[in-house]
């Protein structure tokens, strides 16, 4: 997802690329993980 759109979704300013990852296999972001990015599925990052 484009970082303006992840933006003005959260309605936040992007801190960090790494708290604004979100899960390329299922799209759920999971910003609190370090290494395991997304709970939902398991992805971990690139």
Known sequence: MHPERVRALTGAPL???????????CTHSNPE????????????KP
């Open 15 to 25: 801190r960090d690329a790494v708290c604004d990852w979100t899960c390329r296999l």
């Open 33 to 44: 993980d370090e290494d395991i990015c997304c709970q939902r599925c398991g992805a971990t």
